[in-house]
């Protein structure tokens, strides 16, 4: 997945939403936010993901086996939960 968001990230976007965004919405359930919090921070976190033509998504060096970009994945959340939160004002 990570050479074809070089090739065609589009097609790439969209496995890769697929594949991860039920990883991704329970990861944050399970960090204690809500469903109204946790949502607002998926939708963030797709955002960041987007940026600058899959920017994050597109410099990765390292897949894990097969692969996998959940560990990844459950650090850049993470940090994006936090660089969110501490925002001058988070997304009301």
Same mark, same amino acid.
């Given at each position: =997945?990570? %050479?074809l968001? &070089? &090739? ?9 939403? %697929?594949? $991860?965004? !039920?990883?991704i919405y329970?990861?944050?359930?399970r960090s @204690?936010?809500?469903?109204d %919090?946790? =949502? ?10 987007? %940026? !600058? !033509? ?7 060096? $390292?897949? @894990?086996?097969?692969? !996998? ?5 459950? &650090? ?8 969110w939160?501490?925002?001058e004002d @988070?997304?009301?």
């Open positions: =997945m990570l %050479e968001f &070089q &090739q065609d990230p589009n097609l790439a976007w969209q496995i890769f939403c %697929e594949k $991860y965004s !039920d990883f329970t990861f944050l359930r @204690g936010y809500d469903y %919090e946790a =949502m607002e921070r998926f939708v963030y976190v797709f955002e960041k993901l987007c %940026e !600058d !033509d899959f920017r994050r998504l597109k410099t990765i060096k $390292y897949a @894990g086996n097969d692969g !996998d970009l959940t560990p990844w994945l459950r &650090q850049v959340v993470k940090n994006l939960c936090v660089n939160a501490w925002s @988070g997304r009301k």
